[in-house]
């Protein structure tokens, strides 16, 4: 990304707590290269047969309105994943799930749903509800009921999809051809339901390549999503905590959604991740840990900054499920990064710039209003602490942006004992000094902001390694 602010590194004298000032320009309007954030830019998906668990969860309710309240707009919600592809319609069901498992933490290998499925989703869920619905078992004739039912049921219904990660389809899957496939199943379902498909929804293609492959029907389609886990825990693999929450290797990370989301917004659609979150099969130790939410808050604004408008984090299995950000023991470490950079884009929110260059391990972020005013900045600290040795820390200097030449901002810090804090375990993570969730994700305790003192028109902030902080001007 090309950063059109003046950043300079001023190497200076100091402790070892704060060996680093960097001094930052701040924009006194909205650049050009500014990007525009969705009003649920953060939002949710649910794993498919466990979506009706999550309605009889309070902290669903409650988390979901937690963020609702920082945006001033309802949380998009995608009800998908591996078992919607395992799932068939029963018009006659009287539950909304129907399926045997050995042990409540497994997936079901089969299931069907019933017409309660959708209207739970009509009843429970404010914001655009997206719906995954099976394509891998070929019968077009059921999805196409289920895909009616839904429309019929869900009022705030945004988009359907058909099939998940078809890309991981066996060779042998009738499916197998799926760009031609998508173009089929939008043209003989449209006419029932409307024009609202979500089309790809793949993990290990890119999405580029398969709007043209789609044709006219292209025009059946409203959204294009992509999965997106940075790291792995499958089959045993390896994961790196310090690896994830890294600025520059965000940074780097991301810059691979441009070029598709430039392809769908060309062709007139919008572009999500419509599942994500930090390593797939569950997350892996690294998922529930404090480093995994501050990687949130830098993995949400890079989307933004490389025009994804949407992210889906996903929340899997109930109880089996290390990246959730809640159901499992407690509202966990990752919620606490989401409801940080939620507040750091606020209502006010409509354009972001990032401020650094993105190849170091501090981010500086600034915030504009729908006026072009900036209203807020953010800094990360990405410098991995893991609770050994001395916790560092950088101090970064601000001018410009309308900083008066003297007088008092306010700041938010979002902290733990270490990157590696679980709050399922103790750890205790703070937004304000004193602000926690208990499990049913109630806030608990008060946020308080920090005093910072601008002199001669320079704002400067300290930020611990494995930290982050908002600054409002």
Partial sequence: MLVHTRVDTILLLASSLAALVTAITVPTTAP?????????????????????????LVSTGTCL???QNLRGAPVAIRIGGTTQDRATYDPTLATPVSFTVASPT??????????SFFTLAASNLDGNVTVGLNRQLNNQANTLSAAVQAKESIPQLYAIELGNEPDLYASTSPISADAASEASWFKAIAPSVGNIFQAAVYISWRTAPTIPLLGTSISNVRTVSEHSYPQ???????TNLQTLMSHSGIVSYTKGFAADAASAHAAGVRYFLGETNSATCGGGGISPTFGAALWIVDYVLQGALNSVERLYFHQGTIGDCQYCWWGQFTTGAPFYGAYFVNEFLGTDGAKIEMLDNGTGAVASYVLFNSAGTPVRLLVYNSNYFDGT??????????????????GTA??????????TSRVDEGGVVTI?????????????GTQTRENVVVTGSTLTVTVQASEALIVYL
Avoid: W
């Fill in 65 to 67: 309105a937690n963020l």
């Fill in 389 to 406: 040795g001395t916790r560092s820390s950088t101090s970064v200097s601000f001018t410009g942006g309308g900083i008066p030449a003297s």
């Fill in 32 to 56: 050009s290269t500014a990007s525009t954030i969705d009003s649920s830019l953060v939002a949710v998906s649910l794993e498919f047969f466990a979506f009706p668990g999550y309605t009889n």
């Fill in 232 to 238: 792995s825990a499958c089959n045993g693999a390896t």
């Fill in 432 to 444: 304000g000094g004193d602000l926690t969730f208990d499990g049913d994700c109630n806030a608990v």
């Fill in 106 to 115: 497994d997936a079901p290998t089969s299931l069907t749903f019933g017409p």
């Fill in 410 to 419: 306010t700041a938010l810090r979002l902290t733990g004992p270490n990157a």
